[in-house]
C-alpha cells in the first residue's frame, strides 16, 4: 500500500477524532469515565478554537510572506487581542442575548476582506494590507465561532450547532467532489481551482439539502431551520475553499502548511469553516431578531 496514503488516512482520523472530541459532547463524557470530574465540554471547546484559530494566524502570516516592518510583529497580539474580546462574551454568556452592530461591521470586514482578495489582490503585497487580512480572516471567524453552541456550566450541557456545522461542510464537499467526478463538464473557477465544476456544486447544494433536512427532523433544538443553514453551507463551502486558493495563488504557495500530514496546514482544512462559521452566525442573528 501506499505510504502516503497510509499517512494521509491515519493524519486525517486523527484530525477528525479530535474535532468530534471538543465538539460533542461525548468527548468530554468519555474523558470524564477515565478521569472523573476532568474537564467541561465547553472548555475542550474554547481550548480546539483557539488552537485552530493561533495555527491559522501563523499559517497565514508565512503563506503571506511579511517582510521586516513592524506588522510582521504586531499581527499575532492584535489577533489574539480581537480573539480575547469574542473570548470574554464565550465565558460571559454573552452571545445571543443581544443584537449588536458592531457584529454586523465585524461580519461586514470579512466580506470586505474577500472582495479585497479577489478584486484588490495587489493592496495585499504591501505590510499593512497584509496585517489587516490576517487578523480580519483569522480572529472574526474563529471568534464568531465560539457563537455558535449553546452550553450550561452548571447543567453541564453543550449544543450540537458546530458538531452539525461540520457534518454538513464535510458532507457538502463529498457530495460537491462525487458529483463533479462523474458529471462535472463546466469549471467554476478553473484558474483558481481546476477540479471545481458547476455540476459539482449544484449536487453539493441538493444533496447538503436533503442531509439538512434529516439533521432538522431529528434535532429539533437546535436552533433555526437547518435545511436554510445546509443551504448557506452548501453555497458558502465551496467559497472558502476558492478564498483559500485564492489566497495561496496570489503569493505562490501550494499548501498553508504541514501540521497534517498528507492534508496540508489548519487552513487547508478549514478553509470552508471559516467563511461557513460566519455566515451561519449571521443567519442565527437574524433567525433570533424574526
Same mark, same amino acid.
Given at each position: 500500500?501506499?505510504?502516503?496514503?497510509?499517512?494521509?488516512? @491515519?493524519?486525517?482520523? !486523527?484530525?477528525?477524532?479530535?474535532?468530534?472530541?471538543?465538539?460533542?459532547?461525548? /468527548?468530554?463524557?468519555?474523558?470524564? +469515565?477515565?478521569?472523573?470530574? $476532568?474537564? +467541561?465540554?465547553?472548555?475542550?471547546?474554547?481550548?480546539?478554537? %483557539?488552537?485552530?484559530?493561533?495555527?491559522?494566524? *501563523?499559517?497565514?502570516?508565512?503563506?503571506?510572506?511579511?517582510?521586516?516592518?513592524?506588522?510582521? *510583529? @504586531?499581527?499575532?497580539?492584535?489577533?489574539?487581542? !480581537?480573539?480575547?474580546?469574542?473570548?470574554?462574551?464565550?465565558?460571559?454568556?454573552?452571545?445571543?442575548?443581544?443584537?449588536?452592530? %458592531?457584529?454586523?461591521?465585524?461580519?461586514?470586514?470579512?466580506?470586505?476582506?474577500?472582495?479585497?482578495?479577489?478584486?484588490?489582490?495587489?493592496?495585499?503585497?504591501?505590510?499593512?494590507?497584509?496585517?489587516?487580512?490576517?487578523? @480580519?480572516?483569522?480572529?472574526? &471567524?474563529?471568534?464568531?465561532?465560539?457563537?455558535? &453552541?449553546?452550553?450550561?456550566?452548571?447543567?453541564?450541557?453543550?449544543?450540537?450547532?458546530? #458538531?452539525?456545522?461540520?457534518?454538513?461542510? *464535510?458532507?457538502?464537499?463529498?457530495?460537491?467532489?462525487?458529483?463533479?467526478?462523474?458529471?462535472?463538464?463546466?469549471?467554476?473557477?478553473?484558474?483558481?481551482? &481546476?477540479?471545481?465544476?458547476?455540476?459539482?456544486?449544484?449536487? /453539493?447544494?441538493?444533496? $447538503?439539502?436533503?442531509?439538512?433536512?434529516?439533521?432538522?427532523?431529528?434535532?429539533?433544538?437546535?436552533?433555526?431551520?437547518?435545511?436554510?443553514?445546509?443551504?448557506?453551507?452548501?453555497? #458558502?463551502?465551496?467559497?472558502?475553499?476558492? !478564498?483559500?486558493?485564492?489566497?495561496?495563488? %496570489?503569493?505562490?504557495?501550494?499548501?498553508?502548511?504541514?501540521?497534517? &500530514?498528507?492534508?496540508?496546514?489548519?487552513?487547508?482544512?478549514?478553509?470552508?469553516?471559516? @467563511?461557513?462559521?460566519? !455566515?451561519?452566525?449571521?443567519?442565527?442573528?437574524?433567525?433570533?431578531?424574526?
Amino acid at each position: 500500500m501506499d505510504k502516503n496514503l497510509i499517512q494521509r488516512t @491515519i493524519s486525517g482520523l !486523527v484530525y477528525i477524532l479530535i474535532i468530534m472530541a471538543c465538539i460533542h459532547p461525548a /468527548g468530554a463524557e468519555s474523558i470524564n +469515565k477515565v478521569f472523573p470530574d $476532568t474537564v +467541561k465540554q465547553h472548555y475542550l471547546y474554547y481550548g480546539l478554537i %483557539s488552537l485552530l484559530f493561533l495555527a491559522s494566524v *501563523w499559517e497565514c502570516m508565512k503563506i503571506m510572506k511579511f517582510g521586516t516592518g513592524y506588522e510582521r *510583529w @504586531i499581527v499575532l497580539p492584535l489577533a489574539f487581542f !480581537v480573539f480575547y474580546l469574542f473570548s470574554k462574551r464565550y465565558f460571559n454568556f454573552g452571545f445571543y442575548y443581544n443584537f449588536r452592530l %458592531s457584529e454586523i461591521l465585524a461580519l461586514s470586514l470579512i466580506l470586505i476582506a474577500v472582495v479585497t482578495l479577489f478584486k484588490f489582490s495587489t493592496e495585499l503585497y504591501y505590510d499593512s494590507g497584509k496585517l489587516i487580512f490576517t487578523v @480580519i480572516y483569522t480572529a472574526l &471567524p474563529f471568534g464568531f465561532a465560539l457563537g455558535l &453552541p449553546k452550553y450550561s456550566a452548571f447543567q453541564d450541557t453543550f449544543s450540537l450547532e458546530v #458538531f452539525f456545522l461540520f457534518i454538513l461542510i *464535510w458532507s457538502s464537499d463529498t457530495f460537491a467532489y462525487l458529483t463533479g467526478k462523474f458529471f462535472g463538464k463546466h469549471k467554476m473557477a478553473p484558474k483558481v481551482s &481546476p477540479k471545481k465544476t458547476w455540476e459539482g456544486f449544484a449536487g /453539493g447544494v441538493i444533496l $447538503t439539502i436533503i442531509l439538512a433536512f434529516f439533521v432538522d427532523e431529528y434535532f429539533p433544538e437546535l436552533r433555526g431551520n437547518w435545511m436554510v443553514v445546509g443551504a448557506l453551507i452548501a453555497v #458558502f463551502a465551496p467559497l472558502g475553499d476558492l !478564498v483559500e486558493s485564492q489566497l495561496k495563488r %496570489s503569493f505562490a504557495v501550494k499548501d498553508s502548511g504541514n501540521l497534517i &500530514p498528507g492534508h496540508g496546514g489548519v487552513l487547508d482544512r478549514l478553509d470552508s469553516f471559516i @467563511i461557513c462559521a460566519p !455566515v451561519v452566525y449571521l443567519y442565527f442573528i437574524l433567525d433570533k431578531l424574526i
